[in-house]
Nanobody, 128 residues
Framework: VQLQAFGGGLVQPGGSLRLSCAAS????????MGWFRQAPGKEREFVAT????????YYADSVKGRFTISRDNAKNTVYLQMNSLKPEDTAVYYC??????????????????????WGKGTQVTVSS
């Protein structure tokens, strides 16, 4: 499975961005999907995950209520809508997937260690 993330950019505090991650090379609906981010000098951290059907989601506390993950299985794409952005959201954002048929539990229990597939990151900078 190949993943390609895009949609990053420069935004002012309080602004919004929507990231997209397009998947190819597999049956997209068989994969839980998620987003991680990594700020300079910091460890990569979990942001959000969504189940195969989109019926279940889970968020890091730091983004809960501000970010929304969604997916369109017909378009093989997962999205991350980011609202009320803060300077501390500045990071490179990566989409990722565990092995086929694994659940969002892999994101929660194994964090980035459990991911099998990674997209190239997209930079998000929140600054005035």
């Amino acid at each position: 499975v190949q993943l390609q993330a895009f949609g990053g950019g420069l935004v002012q505090p309080g602004g919004s961005l929507r990231l997209s991650c397009a998947a190819s090379g597999g049956t997209f609906s068989n994969y839980a999907m998620g987003w991680f981010r990594q700020a300079p000098g910091k460890e990569r951290e979990f942001v959000a995950t969504i189940s195969w059907s989109g019926g279940s989601t889970y968020y890091a506390d730091s983004v809960k209520g501000r970010f929304t993950i969604s997916r369109d299985n017909a378009k093989n794409t997962v999205y991350l809508q980011m609202n009320s952005l803060k300077p501390e959201d500045t990071a490179v954002y990566y989409c990722a997937a565990p092995k086929e048929f694994e659940s969002i539990g892999t994101f929660i229990k194994q964090n980035y260690y459990g991911m099998e597939y990674w997209g190239k990151g997209t930079q998000v900078t929140v600054s005035s």
